[in-house]
Antibody
């Protein structure tokens, strides 16, 4: 079945960077865009950006421009999201999500989420 | 960015009740509006895409309607397993945004 499996929880100090992975299975990795969405504890969903795994093209939410980098390794069907200059407000669960199909931008499936805690 | 105003932020209803959630966009987004369900500790799940299309496998008690700036999500008969937070999401442009969420509880 189509599945996205993310890397485990991370604890980082302010100013550090974190890189979260998202391994795809059950479909052709390069055929569907991957997006990243985060959720602070008890808060709503916040879209961070997208990546086309075939071309490597990316698009980032303005809020994260300059701090986020989305990459991929097609040989292992894995997408990555790296966030730098971490601050306490970046403490959140980070999700990868696949665009469902070519007709529009809705997400299914989602990864299980990766908790990133930023604390000194 | 397009702002999505979702209301109410929370509601309490009885099993069997009809539940309605609204989502208003700050500008015309045609029908580029999706709805998700999120249960505690879980990733969101797609329920409705393009305002009114029910995702495969989703119970028919869920429905969506609207276009332009005003959208509605309805649960026709609330079930205990529907306890969750519901989010709308627009994709009119590549700056995607979500509504603030509606937490649905059982009275």
């Amino acid at each position: 079945q189509v599945q996205l499996v993310q890397s485990g929880a991370e604890v980082k100090k302010p100013g550090a960077s974190v890189k979260v992975s998202c391994k795809a299975s059950g479909y052709t990795f390069t055929s569907y865009d991957i997006n990243w969405v985060r959720q602070a504890t008890g808060q709503g969903l916040e879209w961070m950006g997208w990546m086309n795994p075939n071309s490597g093209n990316t698009g980032y939410a303005q809020k994260f421009q300059g701090r986020v980098t989305m990459t991929r390794n097609t040989s292992i069907s894995t997408a990555y999201m790296e966030l730098s200059s971490l601050r306490s407000e970046d403490t959140a669960v980070y999700y990868c999500a696949r665009v469902r199909d070519y007709r529009g931008i809705w997400f299914d499936p989602w990864g299980q989420g990766t908790l990133v805690t930023v604390s000194s | 960015d397009i702002q999505m105003t979702q209301s109410p932020s929370s509601l309490s209803a009885s099993v069997g009740d009809r539940v309605t959630i609204t989502c208003q966009a700050s500008q015309d987004i045609s029908n580029y509006l999706n709805w998700y369900q999120q249960k505690p500790g879980k990733a969101p799940k797609l329920l409705i895409y393009d305002a009114s299309n029910l995702e495969t496998g989703v119970p028919s008690r869920f429905s969506g309607s609207g276009s332009g700036t005003d959208f509605t999500f309805t649960i026709s008969s609330l079930q205990p397993e529907d306890i969750a937070t519901y989010y709308c999401q627009q994709y009119d442009n590549l700056a995607l945004t979500f509504g603030g969420g509606t937490k649905v509880e059982i009275k």
